[in-house]
C-alpha cells in the first residue's frame, strides 16, 4: 500500500499546478446562455481545455472540434476538484454535475502533454479534443481533432510533462 502523506520536502516548493493563475492580469470568464455551467456526464479535468455546450454543461473530451472557437475555455483550478478514489490523496476530476469555472482568456499554468517541434515563447497552444492533451507548437499537419486555441506559450521553451505558463496574450 502506498502511502498518501507528504514523504519528503523540497528547499523551493512547486511553482504551482496545472490550473492555476499564473498573473492577476485581466481575465475573461466564459458565459453560458443557461447561466449554468457544469461538468458533463463524463466529468471534467482540471488545468485542461474543455467546450462549452449549448445547453451549459462543459466537455473535456469532446471527440471532435467545437462548431466555435467561442465555445473553447480553460479550466481553472480553485479547489473544485473531488477525490473519488478511494484512499487517494488528490483529485483532479469534477464529478458530473458539479460546477465548473471555465476561461476564455488569462494566465494561467498547464501541463505541456504533448511537445512539437522546439517551441519557443510565443508558440502556439493547441487541444486534442480526442485525447484531451494540451499540445505546445503547431503540429506539422494538425488532424481534425486538433484546434488551436487563444493560447500562446509564455516560457521560454517547454518539454513534455513539464508544467509551463500559457496566456491569451502574446506578449
Request: charged content about 10%; glycine content about 10%.
Amino acid at each position: 500500500m502506498t502511502n498518501a502523506f507528504q514523504q519528503q520536502v523540497y528547499i523551493n516548493p512547486a511553482q504551482a499546478l496545472p490550473g492555476d493563475f499564473a498573473s492577476s492580469n485581466p481575465m475573461i470568464y466564459k458565459l453560458s446562455i443557461t447561466g449554468k455551467m457544469v461538468a458533463d456526464s463524463s466529468g471534467v479535468t482540471i488545468g485542461k481545455f474543455a467546450e462549452l455546450n449549448a445547453a451549459g454543461t462543459v466537455t473535456s473530451v469532446p471527440g471532435a472540434a467545437p462548431s466555435a472557437a467561442s465555445r473553447i475555455g480553460f479550466v481553472h483550478r480553485e479547489m473544485n476538484g473531488q477525490i473519488s478514489t478511494f484512499l487517494a490523496d488528490h483529485g483532479y476530476s469534477i464529478l458530473p454535475g458539479q460546477p465548473v469555472s471555465l476561461w476564455g482568456s488569462g494566465d494561467f499554468f498547464a501541463s505541456a502533454d504533448v511537445v512539437t517541434g522546439t517551441p519557443s515563447r510565443g508558440a502556439q497552444i493547441w487541444w486534442d479534443t480526442l485525447t484531451g492533451n494540451t499540445i505546445v507548437g503547431a503540429p506539422g499537419s494538425p488532424p481534425a481533432t486538433t484546434v488551436q486555441t487563444p493560447f500562446y506559450l509564455i516560457d521560454e521553451t517547454a518539454t513534455t510533462g513539464q508544467t509551463i505558463t500559457i496566456s491569451s496574450t502574446n506578449a
